[in-house]
């Protein structure tokens, strides 16, 4: 047994990456500031308060659809002309404006400081604000900062920063404790009841998620700690852990039969789970899997999908559709590709596949016309237009929105990609 | 600073975009971050657009400050030029370019284009989406307009406010050119939806205006009458009232003798005056929208059905002077807020019958179990419907009369309730089937007895007898609330 009581597993080699073409120019993605849609649910004692403009508040409602809740879980300090001519000093502003949130709501216990492009741009410094109110408030409440801003985040990667913001608040793992897993990344609870019951059949038993349900239950984590991404857009929380002594076992991502089995593997081989065990656990959900995927294979192979840059999500996704749907990638366009935490699924995607980083959205969209994909799945701004123009889309901000990890959700997550296309053919019949 | 849960209003840049989406052959290009192109999925997925909205976003990153935003914003201009060849180009930044201070219109204008460059500077910081499209406009409007060059002939007028994303603009749009068209009176151009740069430089050959959304079109047609002397209307013909009073302005402005116009259309006065509309007498109605749409509310509530208004207000305030007029004259506080959280109390202390307002109002509506009818922006994918739905002339009223008095109990199902309280059907619980029930709070407030006699209440009034008696109850120090009390609050509320 290794000194951590775990084994180091070996990386997949980053040789075999394949071609990706990068692109500058016009983007079309949402800001960092989007994930607080699902993170507001997913930690129910959280508030989220973005100090930002009328614009960012804008975002916030327009991404979150509908209006379902009286009062959501997250608000916007809009900043005014007053802050920026420095008419009002804007820290005392916010002070006032987070006393007077915590009043309103006592239930509160964290409460996130959200940076956006313009707080940046005026160079408030939220991390200061952050441990002022921290001292003006504890213990009831804790006060942490992240930025979701336009100008350093994309989308998802508000999820990477946030988490990365509660990673020094987790406790420290003691040094004489049982060696833990983490898992790492916002998942849907009924997706992580599932998870921890394979876990706990393959008698992996210290296993705790990031982000928690609730902000009292932030798990430990130290040198004897190792942890598995569960999304692949967590870059700086994956540093952030790896600071605290943690260590990341690489692997493919919980998406599909493979995926699924695969990511638990890396979790079966660092606990030393024999393999016996660990086919055992996993062979039937993963046959169930691969029988629930049938009747999509059936209707999407041979399917040509182009996905636009949007989540990070493209790639894992993309290697699912190829491997387990038999799709042909048209192009796989992804924000940023981390080479590192995505080296297995790129050494899974068919060679050759076109993987383009960044974006230039025109140009984009003129290959996209010119190889009339079957399928494309882009954001919400492009769906409408292209099926205008007769292509048929999948908006991509439902695959943050919909349970699509594990054994369980394979199938579900084919019928996101069956569903326009079944629409598209009842409607032309 | 403030605090913001929901906005009834976008930034300003959005009403930028609402006039630039509207026209043709213009294109927008706009200094933001990449975050703002959020703003393409209002008119992509909200108005279900089928075409993206004519805008291009530098989408600058961090890595861009301090060195190049300026360059960016250059290159992006002139590709966007190549790319879609508009015949002008509209640029201006959103609130985190307006901070960098790039001066978007110097930049493009150096770009030496061949067509014109229209700059427009929204103060992101102090206003809002609204006057973003007034504002818009007007500099569009400012720019291509050319004087008068035919000579007057029969009547002529240009519509104005019409824009992309607008409560009904598209129904309203073909009401009003309708109407015109049966008083004589041609139409010359219509702004900024469907007008081309082109077609704004003749706005000068009308003889007057018509301003449609005095909210986006009031600052273009102030200076069209300084500049050209033309008049506008001051009239917006929502209800019937107001129908015929518009119609009455457009006749004198454009010269005609005033002509009856062909009512057979208009159903909504006959519908009001049926018998089954009695029980619509005195209801109480809380309004709360634009100010165009929330002073059209106030008045054909109450004047042409019959309501009695409980509360107005507005989150245009550029409109106050109006709005605190209006509630005077019915005996109401004006609320002028843009604070959701306010505007909610402010229902919740009315209980009315009914609520006129956005979807935020239908939102606080619903929880508070109180009927609601859409009547102004911001805008939600229903406001958008298949069918043709206008808010203005004889059958925008029809509209109004279907859409204000269909949550409310027809009368005789309002009967029957009362009637046959213990029917299987009617029985306590039942509710009217398009409406969301309230949760009846979990209470040990309640004696059994007085909670089971509160079941006996129809269910449209139960909610507010609960409130009422729980008030009553708590301002006396009454606990619990017994049979007594109940009756007690009845009577107390009934004076
Ligand atoms: S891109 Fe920047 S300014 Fe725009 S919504 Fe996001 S954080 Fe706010
Ligand atoms: S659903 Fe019921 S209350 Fe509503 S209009 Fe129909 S019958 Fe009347």
Same mark, same amino acid.
């Given at each position: 047994m290794s000194s951590a009581g775990i084994l180091p597993r070996a990386a997949a080699p980053l040789a075999a990456l394949p071609q990706v073409l990068a692109e500058r120019g016009q983007r079309e993605v949402f800001c960092g500031l989007t994930g607080i849609i699902w993170l507001h649910r997913k930690m129910q004692d959280a508030f989220f308060l973005v100090v930002g403009s009328r614009t960012c508040a804008h975002l916030l409602q327009s991404a979150a659809g509908?209006?379902?809740?009286?009062?959501? !879980?997250f608000a916007t300090a809009i900043l005014e002309e007053r802050d920026l001519a420095g008419m009002a000093d804007a820290n005392e502003e916010l002070d006032k404006v987070v006393g007077r949130l915590l009043a309103r709501r006592p239930e509160i216990r964290l409460l996130f400081l959200v940076g956006s492009c313009p707080s940046e741009v005026i160079k408030l410094d939220l991390g200061r604000a952050a441990q002022r109110l921290n001292q003006r408030h504890a213990p009831a409440v804790r006060v942490l900062n992240w930025s979701g801003s336009g100008i350093e985040t994309t989308f998802t990667q508000g999820e990477d920063a946030c988490l990365a913001a509660l990673v020094p608040a987790m406790p420290k793992l003691a040094a004489g404790a049982a060696p833990t897993l983490l898992v790492v990344g916002a998942l849907a609870e009924a997706v992580e009841d599932q998870l921890r019951r394979l876990f706990a059949a393959l008698g992996i038993g210290a296993v705790q998620f990031l982000?928690? !349900? !609730?902000?009292?239950?932030l798990p430990a984590v130290g040198p004897r700690s190792v942890f598995l991404l569960a999304?692949?857009?967590l870059a700086a929380t994956a540093q952030a852990l790896e600071q605290r002594g943690a260590r990341r076992l690489p692997a493919p991502f919980p998406l599909g039969a493979e995926g699924t089995t695969a990511w638990l593997r890396a979790a079966a081989d660092a606990f030393f789970v024999d393999q016996r065990r660990f086919a055992e656990v996993t062979a039937a959900a993963e046959q169930r899997a691969r029988h629930a995927l049938d009747g999509f294979r059936e209707r999407l192979a041979g399917k040509r999908v182009f996905l636009f840059p949007d989540s990070q999500l493209e790639v894992p996704l993309a290697r699912f559709l190829s491997r387990e749907l038999g799709m042909q990638l048209v192009e796989v366009g992804t924000p940023y590709l981390h080479r590192q935490h995505l080296a297995e699924e790129l050494a899974l995607l068919p060679p050759g596949t076109r993987l383009v980083e960044g974006q230039d959205v025109d140009a984009q969209l003129d290959r996209c016309r010119a190889a009339r994909p079957d399928i494309t799945v882009c954001g919400l701004g492009l769906a409408n237009p292209l099926e205008a123009e007769g292509l048929t889309t999948k908006w991509s901000i439902e695959l943050c929105f919909t349970?699509?990890?594990g054994y369980e959700q394979a199938a579900d997550l084919a019928e996101l990609f069956t569903r326009p296309l079944v629409r598209r053919s009842r409607l032309e019949s | 600073m403030h605090l913001s849960v929901w906005t009834y209003e976008g930034p300003p840049h959005v009403g930028a975009m609402r006039v630039a989406t509207a026209m043709q052959g213009l294109h927008y290009v706009l200094h933001a &971050?990449?975050?703002? @192109?959020?703003?393409?999925l209002l008119f @992509?997925?909200?108005? /279900?657009? %089928?075409r993206r909205p004519p805008v291009t976003y530098t989408t600058f990153q961090a890595r861009d400050l301090g060195g190049d935003t300026a360059e960016l914003f250059k290159r992006s201009a002139q590709a966007a030029y190549e790319r879609f060849r508009p015949e002008a180009i509209l640029v201006g930044a959103s609130c985190t370019a307006e901070l960098i201070q790039d001066d978007p219109g110097g930049l493009a204008r150096a770009l030496g284009l061949p067509v014109p460059v229209v700059a427009v500077e929204l103060p992101s910081y102090s206003k809002r989406e609204n006057w973003g499209a007034a504002e818009t406009f007007y500099q569009l409007v400012r720019a291509f307009a050319q004087p008068r060059s035919t000579p007057r002939g029969s009547p002529r007028c240009n519509i104005l406010g019409p824009t992309a994303l607008g409560f009904r603009h598209r129904d309203d749009l073909r009401e009003v050119i309708a109407l015109l068209e049966r008083l004589g009176v041609a139409v010359n151009v219509v702004a900024?939806?469907?007008?081309r740069p082109a077609d704004l430089a003749r706005l %000068?050959?009308?003889? =007057?205006?018509?301003?449609?959304?005095p909210e986006v079109a009031n600052t273009a047609a102030a200076w069209l009458k300084r500049q050209f002397g033309q008049p506008s209307t001051t @009239?917006?013909?929502?209800?019937v009232a107001a129908t015929r009073a518009f119609a009455a302005e457009v006749a004198q402005l454009a010269g005609l003798p005033a002509a009856m116009l062909?009512?057979?259309?208009?159903r909504s006065p006959w519908y009001a005056r049926?018998?089954?509309?009695?029980?619509?007498?005195?209801?109480r109605v809380f309004v709360f929208g634009d100010a165009t749409h929330a002073l059209a509310a106030a008045r054909v509530a109450t004047v042409e059905f019959g309501f009695t208004l409980a509360g107005l207000g507005s989150y245009s305030r550029e409109f106050g002077r109006e709005i605190r007029q209006a509630a005077e004259q019915h005996g109401v506080a004006p609320l002028l807020t843009e604070d959701y959280l306010e505007v909610e109390a402010a229902i919740a202390e009315c209980q009315p019958d009914l609520v006129l307002g956005t979807q935020m109002e239908r939102h606080i509506a619903k929880r508070l179990g109180i009927p609601c009818a859409v009547i102004s922006a &911001?805008?939600?994918?229903?406001? =958008?419907?298949? /069918?043709?739905? &206008?808010?203005?002339g004889f059958e925008g009223a029809n509209v109004l009369f279907d859409t204000w008095v269909h949550p409310l109990m027809m009368g005789l199902e309002e009967h029957l309730l009362g009637m046959f /309280?213990?029917? =299987?059907?009617?029985?306590?619980?039942?509710?009217?089937?398009?409406l969301p029930q309230a949760a009846a709070p979990a209470t040990g407030l309640w004696t059994a007895e007085a909670e089971k006699e509160l079941t006996?209440?129809? =269910?449209?009034v139960r909610g507010k007898a609960r409130r009422n008696t729980e008030r009553y109850a708590a301002e006396r120090g009454?606990? &619990?609330? @017994?049979l007594e009390a109940l009756y007690e609050a009845k009577a107390h509320h009934a004076r």
């Open positions: 509908v209006m379902i809740f009286a009062e959501p !879980r982000p928690p !349900r !609730r902000a009292a239950e999304q692949p857009f349970p699509i990890q | &971050p990449q975050g703002d @192109t959020y703003a393409d @992509t997925m909200i108005e /279900r657009q %089928g900024p939806l469907g007008a %000068g050959e009308a003889d =007057f205006n018509v301003v449609l959304y @009239t917006v013909p929502i209800g062909d009512e057979a259309e208009a049926s018998v089954d509309s009695n029980y619509l007498n005195g209801k &911001p805008v939600h994918v229903q406001d =958008f419907p298949a /069918r043709h739905s &206008p808010q203005m /309280r213990e029917d =299987f059907e009617f029985h306590a619980e039942a509710a009217p089937s398009h006996k209440i129809p =269910f449209f009454i606990q &619990p609330i @017994t």
